[in-house]
């Protein structure tokens, strides 16, 4: 339940934030919703298919524009939406291992954990790693996306926060993934001792 509750919400993330990049995009032309469709389908056209990292890198072109054009937001603005993007990464990086790779159940000093192997996905076998994380990751992963998805059009100042809102920095607590928390190793292959040994030439020669 967990892991489906964080792929969800990982894709509810990033349709909110194509949504937002439209919207924000439309607002540094000086158009809006309904009054320019012509604007509207043009954006669409180059935002749309994109993914997590694209619509970040979107957002942060948008914001070198605005900044260029004698808008630059304030430092402590900048320094909230890289805080934003930032934990969407780390968030990104274990929905991509527990997604695409696979988990399986492991114990280890008397602990559960889920373990994610990339063994297959890499060119060079001397970067095959495992991360091992528990349930309360993937809940407190999903927890932040909503997060994320609430406070960055408030961030970006598209929408104006209350001093003690849900979405201001100052009165939120800190963010419940932390991804130091995972144990993430190199791994090694070990040979299974039942497996019959590898031919010393190959069969060509």
Not at 30 to 58: H, M, N, P, Q, Y
Not at 176 to 193: F, I
Request: positive net charge.
């Amino acid at each position: 339940m967990a892991f489906g509750r964080l792929i969800n919400q990982f894709g509810q993330t990033e349709t909110t934030l194509a949504f937002h990049l439209e919207e924000y995009a439309l607002g540094l032309l000086g158009g809006g919703f309904g009054e320019d469709e012509l604007r509207i389908d043009i954006l669409r056209a180059f935002i749309g298919s994109k993914r997590t990292k694209d619509l970040v890198t979107s957002f942060n072109d948008c914001k070198k524009a605005w900044a260029k054009a004698g808008r630059k937001y304030e430092a402590s603005v900048q320094a909230e939406i890289k805080e934003l993007f930032a934990q969407l990464e780390h968030i990104r990086f274990l929905r991509d291992r527990t997604a695409h790779y696979g988990v399986q159940p492991r114990g280890e000093n008397g602990k559960i954990y889920f373990r994610a192997i990339n063994r297959y996905t890499v060119k060079d076998l001397e970067k095959t790693e495992e991360i091992l994380f528990v349930i309360e990751h993937l809940d407190a992963a999903s927890d932040d996306l909503e997060t994320i998805c609430r406070r960055l059009p408030f961030a970006l100042g598209m929408h104006k926060r209350g001093r003690n809102d849900l979405t201001n920095p100052e009165t939120l607590p800190p963010w419940r993934y932390k991804p130091s928390e995972l144990v993430k190793r190199p791994w090694q292959y070990q040979p299974n001792p039942q497996r019959p040994a590898p031919p010393q030439t190959a069969w060509w020669e």
